[in-house]
T-cell receptor
Framework: GAGVSQSPRYKVTKRGQDVALRCDPI?????LYWYRQALGQGPEFLTY????????KSGLPNDRFSAERPEGSISTLTIQRTEQRDSAMYRC????????????FGPGTRLTVL | QKEVEQNSGPLSVPEGAIASLNCTYS??????FFWYRQYSGKSPELIMS????GDKEDGRFTAQLNKASQYVSLLIRDSQPSDSATYLC???????????FGSGTRLQVQP
């Protein structure tokens, strides 16, 4: 079956622009996670949704970052007024239930801020 | 102290040998532990999960958990060149759904 999909796969933007990254989880998966991964590091948690409810946003680095999942399926991570330090791979993951079970990762969006 | 610590490697083993990857974690209340494999330029994929003290085997892979020592390991038997990748240890801290990852250990299996 289809896995987690993310779009765009690559995004190049200029400093100060807003970007929106999209995640389409595995069908039926209740939980959705956003992570950011720097080169040579493991993924770093940003935020978590259970259905449409954003239950943990403790990893969002500042108020330029926001996320939503209005219908409990597709999620959008928005970064406003991008800065060069925002350049990274942004990964989405989903899991079947609300318990701490297996998270399946999408291919990621490589964001480059010039 | 990092929440999840791994030796960055590279760990180099000959083909057919046993590769041993180690991970320590700081939060004693953690309950769920995962090993992900990540090939260069690809996304992490789950290879093992373990929740109880002891060993869990799946094919050539064995995960070992020792909660008293706050230590989890992954053994890969009969290592193959195709096992060459970065192995990420991940932990669920108590009360949280998100995973905390280590920085990964790069494994190189020499033909």
């Amino acid at each position: 079956g289809a896995g987690v999909s993310q779009s765009p796969r690559y995004k190049v933007t200029k400093r100060g622009q807003d970007v929106a990254l999209r995640c389409d989880p595995i069908s039926g998966h209740v939980s959705l996670y956003w992570y950011r991964q720097a080169l040579g590091q493991g993924p770093e948690f940003l935020t978590y949704f259970n259905y449409e409810a954003q239950q943990d946003k403790s990893g969002l680095p500042n108020d330029r970052f926001s996320a939503e999942r209005p219908e409990g399926s597709i999620s959008t991570l928005t970064i406003q007024r991008t800065e060069q330090r925002d350049s990274a791979m942004y990964r989405c993951a989903s899991s079947l239930g609300s318990s701490a079970d297996t998270q399946y990762f999408g291919p990621g969006t490589r964001l480059t801020v010039l | 102290q990092k929440e999840v610590e791994q030796n960055s490697g590279p760990l180099s083993v000959p083909e057919g040998a046993i590769a041993s990857l180690n991970c320590t974690y700081s939060d004693r209340g953690s309950q769920s532990f995962f090993w992900y494999r990540q090939y260069s330029g690809k996304s992490p994929e789950l290879i093992m999960s373990i929740y109880s003290n002891g060993d869990k085997e799946d094919g050539r892979f064995t995960a070992q958990l020792n909660k008293a020592s706050q230590y989890v390991s992954l053994l890969i038997r009969d290592s193959q060149p195709s096992d060459s990748a970065t192995y990420l240890c991940a932990v669920n801290p108590p009360g949280r759904r998100a995973l905390t990852f280590g920085s990964g250990t790069r494994l190189q299996v020499q033909p």
